[in-house]
């Protein structure tokens, strides 16, 4: 089960990083953007979880004493969140047109379907980048 995650992890971090890649090439990995943010709080997350399982000082877990409340509830936000997230990127991979039509300056923020599919994806992984470092911190 730890290879497991330890594949999850350093997959969504090799995601991240090739995302930032291909911003970097088309020269929009800029601080105005949200997708940049996205991808820069995921690779800090996911290099914190890494780095406290390389060092043996795991990230959350030492005194756990079980959910309340209000975790349940930010919890199921995130959730929330990571569903609505995956069905926009569901519904982003079944119609072609939809880049043109939901952009609000098409030229600006994509100029293909596949970066348009590409950033749905970045925003749906980067929430259960959230999930998993939120479910490892209290659990």
Request: aromatic content about 16%; some cysteine.
């Amino acid at each position: 089960m730890e290879l497991l995650k330890l594949i999850v992890l350093i997959g969504l971090a090799v995601y991240f990083v090739a995302d930032a890649v291909l911003l970097l090439k088309n020269r929009q990995f800029t601080v105005k953007r949200s997708r940049t943010w996205a991808i820069i709080i995921a690779l800090l997350l996911i290099g914190l979880l890494l780095w406290g399982r390389f060092t043996g000082n795991p990230v959350g877990g030492e005194e756990s004493y079980g959910l309340d409340g209000r975790e349940y509830f930010i919890l199921g936000l995130i959730s929330l969140a990571t569903v609505y997230a995956f069905v926009d990127f569901i519904r982003s991979l079944m119609k072609k047109d939809s880049f043109q039509k939901e952009a609000t300056n098409p030229d600006a923020k994509c100029t293909t379907w596949g970066g348009f599919v590409r950033r749905k994806l970045t925003f749906f992984l980067f929430l259960v980048t959230v999930f998993i470092f939120y479910v490892i911190l209290k659990l």
